[in-house]
């Protein structure tokens, strides 16, 4: 599922502080089934070089994991984070707009 609310800027793989009620919601959804495990996986948009946007998308991933095993305090055992750069687009990159829906994470029930 798409996080939605989580999106990220061009070029960056920081989370900003507007997301904090959809990491809010993954602790919470983490806190009451103890015994699921999720997967992070960051995408970019197809702007820069194929190999650069496959390792952003991964800091995207890896951004969501250690926050929360940072603030919230989840066993890092539970989750998981990889990246696809450009591969999965579910916009057009042929606009900004597409380009930045282009720039999320997903989260996968393991």
């Not at 992070?40 to 650069?52: I, L, P, S, V």
């Not at 916009?91 to 707009?97: G, K, P, R």
């Amino acid at each position: 599922a798409i996080i939605y609310g989580i999106y990220f800027d061009f070029d960056k793989a920081d989370i900003k502080p507007d997301s904090k009620p959809q990491l809010d919601q993954i602790a919470k959804l983490l806190g009451d089934h103890p015994d699921i495990k999720l997967t992070f996986t960051g995408h970019t948009d197809n702007q820069g070089n194929a190999d650069y946007n496959l390792a952003r998308s991964r800091r995207r991933a890896d951004a969501i994991v250690a926050a929360l095993v940072r603030d919230y305090g989840i066993a890092a055992g539970r989750l998981n984070a990889q990246g696809m750069g450009a591969s999965a687009p579910i916009a057009s990159n042929d606009t900004d707009e597409g380009r930045a829906k282009n720039r999320r994470v997903e989260r996968v029930k393991q």
